[in-house]
Protein backbone atom coordinates (compact mmCIF):
# COMPACT_ATOMS: atom_id res chain seq x y z
CA UNK A 1 0.00 0.00 0.00
CA UNK A 2 1.00 3.70 -0.66
CA UNK A 3 1.43 5.37 2.24
CA UNK A 4 3.22 8.54 2.98
CA UNK A 5 1.37 9.42 6.47
CA UNK A 6 4.11 7.33 8.58
CA UNK A 7 7.62 8.41 8.70
CA UNK A 8 9.18 4.96 7.65
CA UNK A 9 12.40 4.75 10.51
CA UNK A 10 14.49 2.86 7.80
CA UNK A 11 14.06 6.00 5.79
CA UNK A 12 17.23 8.44 5.29
CA UNK A 13 17.01 12.21 5.63
CA UNK A 14 16.02 13.37 2.46
CA UNK A 15 13.04 11.07 2.25
CA UNK A 16 12.22 11.67 5.22
CA UNK A 17 12.31 15.55 3.91
CA UNK A 18 10.40 15.09 1.59
CA UNK A 19 8.21 12.49 1.95
CA UNK A 20 6.93 12.65 5.80
CA UNK A 21 4.45 14.49 7.52
CA UNK A 22 1.76 15.43 4.66
CA UNK A 23 -1.80 13.34 5.67
CA UNK A 24 -3.37 13.95 1.88
CA UNK A 25 -6.87 14.97 1.75
CA UNK A 26 -9.76 14.07 -0.59
CA UNK A 27 -8.54 16.15 -2.95
CA UNK A 28 -5.50 14.01 -4.14
CA UNK A 29 -3.25 16.99 -4.42
CA UNK A 30 0.42 15.85 -4.78
CA UNK A 31 2.14 19.00 -2.67
CA UNK A 32 1.30 20.00 0.83
CA UNK A 33 -1.85 22.31 0.92
CA UNK A 34 -2.43 25.71 2.94
CA UNK A 35 -5.27 25.65 5.73
CA UNK A 36 -5.33 28.88 6.45
CA UNK A 37 -8.37 28.60 8.43
CA UNK A 38 -9.07 30.17 12.39
CA UNK A 39 -11.36 27.14 12.78
CA UNK A 40 -12.95 23.73 11.98
CA UNK A 41 -16.69 22.75 11.29
CA UNK A 42 -18.67 19.93 12.68
CA UNK A 43 -21.60 18.07 11.54
CA UNK A 44 -23.51 18.13 14.68
CA UNK A 45 -23.72 19.41 18.04
CA UNK A 46 -22.74 16.12 19.60
CA UNK A 47 -19.63 15.90 16.90
CA UNK A 48 -18.28 19.64 18.28
CA UNK A 49 -18.48 18.06 21.86
CA UNK A 50 -16.65 15.50 21.00
CA UNK A 51 -13.73 17.00 19.15
CA UNK A 52 -13.96 20.12 22.03
CA UNK A 53 -13.72 17.48 25.03
CA UNK A 54 -10.81 15.43 23.33
CA UNK A 55 -13.09 12.02 22.79
CA UNK A 56 -12.70 12.16 19.37
CA UNK A 57 -9.18 13.09 17.69
CA UNK A 58 -9.44 16.39 15.26
CA UNK A 59 -8.88 19.77 14.47
CA UNK A 60 -10.67 22.10 16.82
CA UNK A 61 -8.67 25.54 16.58
CA UNK A 62 -5.76 26.87 14.89
CA UNK A 63 -4.16 28.18 17.93
CA UNK A 64 -3.01 24.08 18.61
CA UNK A 65 -4.57 22.19 15.53
CA UNK A 66 -3.37 23.13 11.91
CA UNK A 67 -2.98 20.63 9.51
CA UNK A 68 -0.30 22.97 7.90
CA UNK A 69 1.64 22.95 10.87
CA UNK A 70 1.09 19.65 11.74
CA UNK A 71 2.22 18.60 8.78
CA UNK A 72 5.63 20.61 9.28
CA UNK A 73 5.80 19.27 13.24
CA UNK A 74 5.87 15.92 11.76
CA UNK A 75 8.31 15.84 9.38
CA UNK A 76 10.56 17.88 11.71
CA UNK A 77 10.17 15.03 14.55
CA UNK A 78 10.91 12.34 11.37
CA UNK A 79 14.01 14.62 10.81
CA UNK A 80 15.50 14.97 14.61
CA UNK A 81 14.40 10.97 14.87
CA UNK A 82 11.91 12.47 18.02
CA UNK A 83 8.71 10.66 19.03
CA UNK A 84 6.78 14.62 18.89
CA UNK A 85 7.41 18.05 17.50
CA UNK A 86 5.46 21.20 18.48
CA UNK A 87 5.90 24.43 15.87
CA UNK A 88 6.09 27.88 17.92
CA UNK A 89 5.49 31.30 16.56
CA UNK A 90 9.55 31.88 16.49
CA UNK A 91 13.17 30.45 17.85
CA UNK A 92 12.09 32.48 20.76
CA UNK A 93 8.76 31.42 21.92
CA UNK A 94 9.95 27.73 21.39
CA UNK A 95 12.85 28.64 24.07
CA UNK A 96 9.70 30.74 25.81
CA UNK A 97 7.67 27.53 26.09
CA UNK A 98 9.70 25.10 26.97
CA UNK A 99 10.69 27.01 29.81
CA UNK A 100 7.01 27.68 31.17
CA UNK A 101 6.44 24.19 30.34
CA UNK A 102 9.20 22.16 32.62
CA UNK A 103 10.32 25.18 35.38
CA UNK A 104 8.91 27.11 38.34
CA UNK A 105 10.07 29.47 40.69
CA UNK A 106 13.09 28.11 42.67
CA UNK A 107 14.52 26.05 39.48
CA UNK A 108 17.29 26.62 37.84
CA UNK A 109 19.22 26.89 34.49
CA UNK A 110 22.51 25.64 33.67
CA UNK A 111 23.62 27.40 30.29
CA UNK A 112 26.80 27.78 27.98
CA UNK A 113 27.75 31.72 28.15
CA UNK A 114 27.96 31.73 24.30
CA UNK A 115 24.10 32.04 23.55
CA UNK A 116 21.80 33.91 21.29
CA UNK A 117 21.16 36.99 22.99
CA UNK A 118 17.82 36.87 23.24
CA UNK A 119 17.81 33.54 24.94
CA UNK A 120 20.16 35.24 27.50
CA UNK A 121 17.82 38.56 27.86
CA UNK A 122 14.49 35.56 28.18
CA UNK A 123 16.89 33.52 31.37
CA UNK A 124 17.67 36.71 32.63
CA UNK A 125 15.16 39.66 32.69
CA UNK A 126 11.83 37.21 32.25
CA UNK A 127 12.55 34.35 33.80
CA UNK A 128 14.50 36.16 36.31
CA UNK A 129 11.37 37.46 37.31
CA UNK A 130 9.46 34.63 38.06
CA UNK A 131 12.17 33.59 40.41
CA UNK A 132 14.08 31.37 37.77
CA UNK A 133 18.00 31.54 38.09
CA UNK A 134 20.59 30.84 35.60
CA UNK A 135 23.89 30.49 35.78
CA UNK A 136 26.42 30.70 32.74
CA UNK A 137 29.20 28.08 31.94
CA UNK A 138 32.15 28.10 29.40
CA UNK A 139 30.45 25.50 26.39
CA UNK A 140 32.96 22.88 26.23
CA UNK A 141 34.46 22.59 30.02
CA UNK A 142 32.51 19.87 31.39
CA UNK A 143 33.64 20.35 34.76
CA UNK A 144 32.63 23.91 34.64
CA UNK A 145 29.22 22.70 34.28
CA UNK A 146 29.36 19.95 36.64
CA UNK A 147 30.11 22.70 39.17
CA UNK A 148 27.52 24.59 38.43
CA UNK A 149 25.02 22.20 38.82
CA UNK A 150 22.93 22.40 42.43
CA UNK A 151 19.89 20.31 43.64
CA UNK A 152 18.02 23.27 42.06
CA UNK A 153 18.75 22.63 38.64
CA UNK A 154 16.65 21.42 36.35
CA UNK A 155 17.72 22.34 32.91
CA UNK A 156 20.85 22.20 30.93
CA UNK A 157 20.61 24.45 27.81
CA UNK A 158 23.35 24.90 24.93
CA UNK A 159 24.01 26.09 21.58
CA UNK A 160 26.93 23.73 19.85
CA UNK A 161 28.84 24.65 17.90
CA UNK A 162 28.71 28.46 19.41
CA UNK A 163 27.83 31.49 17.37
CA UNK A 164 30.15 33.02 16.31
CA UNK A 165 33.21 31.31 17.65
CA UNK A 166 32.39 27.47 16.43
CA UNK A 167 33.34 25.96 20.30
CA UNK A 168 31.93 22.58 20.48
CA UNK A 169 30.23 20.59 23.74
CA UNK A 170 30.14 16.77 23.93
CA UNK A 171 26.09 16.38 23.57
CA UNK A 172 26.38 12.96 24.72
CA UNK A 173 28.82 13.77 28.05
CA UNK A 174 26.57 16.96 29.15
CA UNK A 175 23.57 14.62 28.70
CA UNK A 176 25.08 12.17 31.30
CA UNK A 177 25.43 15.08 33.55
CA UNK A 178 21.97 16.48 33.58
CA UNK A 179 20.12 13.00 33.94
CA UNK A 180 22.71 11.85 36.74
CA UNK A 181 21.29 15.46 38.29
CA UNK A 182 18.03 14.54 37.89
CA UNK A 183 17.92 17.65 35.02
CA UNK A 184 16.96 17.55 31.24
CA UNK A 185 19.26 18.56 28.23
CA UNK A 186 17.94 21.03 25.93
CA UNK A 187 20.15 21.67 22.32
CA UNK A 188 19.33 24.81 20.11
CA UNK A 189 20.41 22.63 17.15
CA UNK A 190 19.72 26.13 14.89
CA UNK A 191 23.28 26.10 13.44
CA UNK A 192 23.77 22.65 12.32
CA UNK A 193 19.58 21.43 11.92
CA UNK A 194 18.81 18.04 11.76
CA UNK A 195 20.91 17.32 8.46
CA UNK A 196 24.07 17.61 10.32
CA UNK A 197 23.63 16.40 14.00
CA UNK A 198 21.12 15.01 16.05
CA UNK A 199 20.93 15.70 19.49
CA UNK A 200 18.61 13.68 20.92
CA UNK A 201 20.02 10.44 19.60
CA UNK A 202 23.22 11.48 21.70
CA UNK A 203 20.60 11.70 25.01
CA UNK A 204 19.67 15.28 24.68
CA UNK A 205 16.19 15.57 25.89
CA UNK A 206 14.94 18.57 23.56
CA UNK A 207 16.08 20.08 20.83
CA UNK A 208 14.76 23.70 20.13
CA UNK A 209 14.83 25.37 16.73
CA UNK A 210 14.63 28.45 15.14
CA UNK A 211 13.00 27.78 11.99
CA UNK A 212 13.78 31.00 10.51
CA UNK A 213 17.22 30.17 10.01
CA UNK A 214 18.25 27.00 7.77
CA UNK A 215 15.12 25.43 8.19
CA UNK A 216 13.43 27.75 5.69
CA UNK A 217 16.54 28.36 4.51
CA UNK A 218 15.72 31.65 2.70
CA UNK A 219 14.97 33.82 4.73
CA UNK A 220 11.13 34.24 4.15
CA UNK A 221 9.55 33.60 7.39
CA UNK A 222 10.11 33.92 11.38
CA UNK A 223 9.31 30.50 13.30
CA UNK A 224 10.48 27.89 15.94
CA UNK A 225 9.79 24.15 17.29
CA UNK A 226 10.19 21.80 20.33
CA UNK A 227 11.54 18.31 19.54
CA UNK A 228 11.31 15.41 21.55
CA UNK A 229 9.90 12.50 23.98
CA UNK A 230 5.65 12.63 24.04
CA UNK A 231 5.65 13.35 27.90
CA UNK A 232 7.81 16.27 27.67
CA UNK A 233 6.01 17.87 24.43
CA UNK A 234 2.82 17.33 26.04
CA UNK A 235 3.82 20.08 28.14
CA UNK A 236 5.15 22.24 25.35
CA UNK A 237 1.61 22.15 23.70
CA UNK A 238 -0.45 22.79 26.63
CA UNK A 239 1.79 25.90 27.04
CA UNK A 240 1.62 26.72 23.00
CA UNK A 241 -2.49 25.62 23.53
CA UNK A 242 -2.84 28.19 26.58
CA UNK A 243 -0.56 31.15 26.08
CA UNK A 244 -0.79 31.39 21.94
CA UNK A 245 2.61 31.59 20.36
CA UNK A 246 1.59 29.37 18.08
CA UNK A 247 2.96 29.21 14.30
CA UNK A 248 1.32 30.76 11.24
CA UNK A 249 -0.64 28.31 8.84
CA UNK A 250 1.59 29.86 6.30
CA UNK A 251 4.73 29.92 7.37
CA UNK A 252 4.47 26.41 8.39
CA UNK A 253 3.98 25.87 4.62
CA UNK A 254 7.19 27.83 4.09
CA UNK A 255 8.95 25.66 6.25
CA UNK A 256 7.92 22.40 5.13
CA UNK A 257 8.58 23.11 1.66
CA UNK A 258 12.22 24.62 3.08
CA UNK A 259 12.73 21.02 4.88
CA UNK A 260 12.33 19.41 1.22
CA UNK A 261 15.87 21.05 0.25
CA UNK A 262 17.19 21.24 4.01
CA UNK A 263 20.23 18.35 3.04
CA UNK A 264 20.81 19.41 -0.29
CA UNK A 265 21.23 22.90 1.16
CA UNK A 266 23.11 22.07 4.12
CA UNK A 267 26.01 19.87 2.24
CA UNK A 268 26.58 23.09 -0.66
CA UNK A 269 26.34 25.52 2.34
CA UNK A 270 29.36 23.36 3.87
CA UNK A 271 31.24 22.73 0.90
CA UNK A 272 31.09 26.84 0.47
CA UNK A 273 32.07 27.67 4.20
CA UNK A 274 35.21 24.64 4.04
CA UNK A 275 36.55 26.21 0.90
CA UNK A 276 36.16 29.54 2.61
CA UNK A 277 37.60 28.91 5.31
CA UNK A 278 40.64 27.45 3.70
CA UNK A 279 41.58 30.43 2.11
CA UNK A 280 40.72 32.81 4.48
CA UNK A 281 42.61 31.05 6.58
CA UNK A 282 45.66 31.10 3.78
CA UNK A 283 44.98 35.20 3.70
CA UNK A 284 47.52 37.31 5.59
CA UNK A 285 45.03 40.08 6.64
CA UNK A 286 43.45 37.43 8.39
CA UNK A 287 44.45 36.46 12.12
CA UNK A 288 42.63 33.44 13.04
CA UNK A 289 39.37 31.57 11.44
CA UNK A 290 37.04 29.82 13.79
CA UNK A 291 35.74 27.09 12.26
CA UNK A 292 34.92 23.44 13.45
CA UNK A 293 36.05 22.00 10.26
CA UNK A 294 39.37 23.44 10.19
CA UNK A 295 42.28 21.35 11.96
CA UNK A 296 43.47 24.08 13.51
CA UNK A 297 40.51 24.05 15.90
CA UNK A 298 41.12 22.80 19.50
CA UNK A 299 37.73 20.64 18.96
CA UNK A 300 37.88 19.60 15.45
CA UNK A 301 38.01 16.00 16.59
CA UNK A 302 34.86 15.90 18.72
CA UNK A 303 33.16 18.21 15.41
CA UNK A 304 33.87 15.63 13.72
CA UNK A 305 32.85 12.68 15.82
CA UNK A 306 29.49 14.69 16.82
CA UNK A 307 28.77 16.54 13.57
CA UNK A 308 27.82 14.65 10.06
CA UNK A 309 29.75 18.15 9.15
CA UNK A 310 30.70 21.61 10.19
CA UNK A 311 27.95 23.84 9.77
CA UNK A 312 28.60 27.27 7.77
CA UNK A 313 29.18 29.79 10.32
CA UNK A 314 32.39 31.45 10.37
CA UNK A 315 34.46 33.71 12.77
CA UNK A 316 36.98 35.34 11.06
CA UNK A 317 39.76 37.89 13.01
CA UNK A 318 41.46 40.41 10.91
CA UNK A 319 44.27 42.33 11.58
CA UNK A 320 43.66 46.26 12.59
CA UNK A 321 40.99 45.79 15.16
CA UNK A 322 37.67 46.92 14.89
CA UNK A 323 39.02 49.72 12.04
CA UNK A 324 40.20 46.48 10.29
CA UNK A 325 37.12 44.48 10.62
CA UNK A 326 34.50 47.34 9.81
CA UNK A 327 36.79 47.92 6.22
CA UNK A 328 36.14 44.68 5.30
CA UNK A 329 32.41 44.76 5.98
CA UNK A 330 32.27 48.48 4.26
CA UNK A 331 34.17 46.71 1.29
CA UNK A 332 31.67 44.38 0.25
CA UNK A 333 29.20 44.95 -2.42
CA UNK A 334 27.55 41.62 -2.49
CA UNK A 335 27.58 40.05 0.46
CA UNK A 336 24.90 41.44 2.97
CA UNK A 337 25.58 43.40 5.92
CA UNK A 338 23.27 41.65 8.53
CA UNK A 339 23.15 39.94 11.85
CA UNK A 340 20.89 36.92 10.52
CA UNK A 341 21.88 33.99 8.98
CA UNK A 342 21.00 30.23 7.80
CA UNK A 343 19.88 32.12 4.32
CA UNK A 344 21.09 30.94 0.56
CA UNK A 345 22.90 34.69 1.07
CA UNK A 346 25.83 34.79 3.04
CA UNK A 347 25.68 37.73 5.33
CA UNK A 348 28.70 39.68 6.95
CA UNK A 349 28.62 41.05 10.28
CA UNK A 350 30.63 42.66 13.20
CA UNK A 351 29.78 40.73 16.39
CA UNK A 352 31.25 43.20 19.02
CA UNK A 353 29.13 45.92 17.75
CA UNK A 354 25.89 44.32 16.74
CA UNK A 355 25.16 40.88 17.84
CA UNK A 356 27.13 41.24 21.05
CA UNK A 357 27.03 44.76 21.04
CA UNK A 358 25.18 45.18 24.57
CA UNK A 359 27.92 42.91 26.15
CA UNK A 360 30.36 44.49 28.86
CA UNK A 361 33.89 45.02 27.65
CA UNK A 362 34.88 42.12 30.56
CA UNK A 363 31.94 40.28 29.14
CA UNK A 364 33.05 40.16 25.64
CA UNK A 365 36.20 39.36 26.61
CA UNK A 366 35.32 36.45 28.69
CA UNK A 367 33.58 35.33 25.30
CA UNK A 368 36.60 35.78 23.20
CA UNK A 369 34.65 38.40 21.10
CA UNK A 370 37.69 40.35 19.95
CA UNK A 371 37.23 43.86 18.48
CA UNK A 372 38.85 42.33 14.77
CA UNK A 373 36.43 39.40 14.84
CA UNK A 374 33.90 39.38 11.80
CA UNK A 375 31.40 36.67 11.00
CA UNK A 376 30.65 35.53 7.98
CA UNK A 377 27.43 33.10 7.51
CA UNK A 378 28.04 31.43 4.25
CA UNK A 379 26.12 31.15 2.10
CA UNK A 380 25.09 29.29 -1.66
CA UNK A 381 26.03 31.93 -4.18
CA UNK A 382 29.06 31.01 -6.77
CA UNK A 383 32.36 30.60 -4.03
CA UNK A 384 34.57 32.76 -6.14
CA UNK A 385 32.08 35.56 -6.05
CA UNK A 386 31.91 35.24 -1.97
CA UNK A 387 35.62 35.38 -2.05
CA UNK A 388 36.11 38.39 -4.45
CA UNK A 389 33.94 40.32 -2.35
CA UNK A 390 36.02 39.72 0.41
CA UNK A 391 39.41 39.78 -0.89
CA UNK A 392 38.81 43.36 -1.70
CA UNK A 393 38.53 44.43 1.88
CA UNK A 394 41.34 41.84 3.10
CA UNK A 395 43.58 42.64 0.25
CA UNK A 396 43.40 46.38 1.07
CA UNK A 397 44.13 45.33 4.82
CA UNK A 398 47.58 44.29 3.42
CA UNK A 399 48.49 46.61 0.97
C1 LIG B 1 17.84 33.23 15.76
C2 LIG B 1 18.12 32.33 16.88
C3 LIG B 1 17.19 32.13 17.90
C4 LIG B 1 15.89 32.88 17.97
O1 LIG B 1 15.07 32.56 16.91
P1 LIG B 1 13.95 33.56 16.32
O2 LIG B 1 13.30 32.75 15.29
O3 LIG B 1 14.68 34.77 15.81
O4 LIG B 1 13.05 33.92 17.46
C5 LIG B 1 17.50 31.23 18.90
N1 LIG B 1 18.67 30.57 18.90
C6 LIG B 1 19.58 30.74 17.94
C7 LIG B 1 20.85 29.98 18.00
C8 LIG B 1 19.35 31.63 16.90
O5 LIG B 1 20.29 31.82 15.96
Redesign the pocket.
Known amino acids: MHDDTHPADAWGLDTRAIRTGHHRTGEQEHGEPIFPTSSFVYESAAEAARKFGGDEPGNVYSRFTNPTVQTFERRLAALEDGARCVATS??????LATALALLEAGDEIVASRS??G??VSLFDKYLGKFGITTRYVELSNLEAWQAAITPATKLMFA?TPS?PLSEVADIAELADLAHGHGAWLAI?N??LTPALQQPLALGADLV?H????YLDGQGRA???AVVGPDTLLEEVFGVVRTCGPCLSPFNAWIFTKGLETLGLRMKAHCANARQLADWLEAHPAVERVHYSGLASHPQHALAARQQRDFGAVLGVEVIGGREGAWSVIDATRMLSITGN??DVKTTITHPGTTTHGRLSDDQKAAAGIREGLIRVAVGLEDLADIQADLARGLDALVR
Not at 90 to 95: E, L
Open positions: SGMSAILFSTENDCFISATKVGGLG
